[in-house]
């Protein structure tokens, strides 16, 4: 019961702080395994989108997964290449106040520790196929309890709602993501014709299992 879908991830991370060696530590750990794990969504989304033929109905859509999945990539890419001096020039500007040079302390070891895990390509291979496997298991979480409630579209469909879904989550404009979550199933189910009640049911439906 946090702000965004992913509140509860500024509690693992404190949690995880000692076993982590430190909070800057578990934090990176934490926004990489995030990161890679939304990445992993929208690879499926983008592959999906264009195997099944979504691309001809919902070009915008699948193009803005494709786009976003490679934007990531280059981010990532470019952490791992340009953290280190980022994080030094970070502390270096702050001034020599206590408490700024404490804060940009903390950015330091922040940037450096996430660029030495995205510079370990094969550790980010290693999570990023574990985050497809976790992501499929999500997409068809969702795709099943849409077919149990008699949702009239292909089931190919939710690996574009709920990368879609996972994003505006990852956004604090709601607790827990109460809201959000069915804004997106009414837009997105709706554009494919599914009626508001029954994208509703399958959204409740979705969050009460988990």
Not at 13 to 37: F, K, L, Q
Not at 119 to 127: H, S, Y
Not at 186 to 204: D, I
Request: with cysteine; net charge positive; aromatic share 8%.
């Amino acid at each position: 019961w946090l702000p965004s879908g992913f509140g509860g991830d500024a509690v693992r991370a404190w949690d995880t702080r000692h076993v982590a060696e430190g909070t800057s530590r578990s934090v990176a750990v934490i926004a990489i395994e995030r990161g890679t794990g939304i990445l992993a969504l929208l690879l499926l989304g983008g592959v999906v989108g264009v195997a099944a033929g979504w691309y001809h109905t919902m070009p915008g859509l699948v193009a803005a997964l494709w786009a976003v999945t490679l934007a990531g990539f280059a981010c990532m890419a470019a952490l791992a290449e340009l953290g280190p001096r980022l994080a030094a020039r970070v502390e270096a500007a702050l001034p020599g106040l206590w408490r700024w040079r404490r804060v940009a302390g903390i950015a330091r070891r922040l940037l450096a520790t996430s660029a030495a895990l995205s510079g370990d390509r094969p550790l980010v291979l290693r999570v990023l196929a574990l985050g497809v496997a976790l992501q499929l298991n999500v997409v068809l979480h969702y795709a099943w309890i849409g077919k149990a409630l008699g949702v009239p579209v292909a089931s190919s469909y939710f690996f574009l709602v709920v990368p879609v879904l996972v994003v505006v989550l990852t956004l604090p404009i709601s607790i827990n993501g109460i809201g959000a979550r069915e804004v997106v199933f009414v837009r997105l189910l709706g554009a494919v014709g599914v009626s508001q009640p029954q994208a509703l049911a399958v959204s409740l439906a979705a969050f009460a299992l988990s």
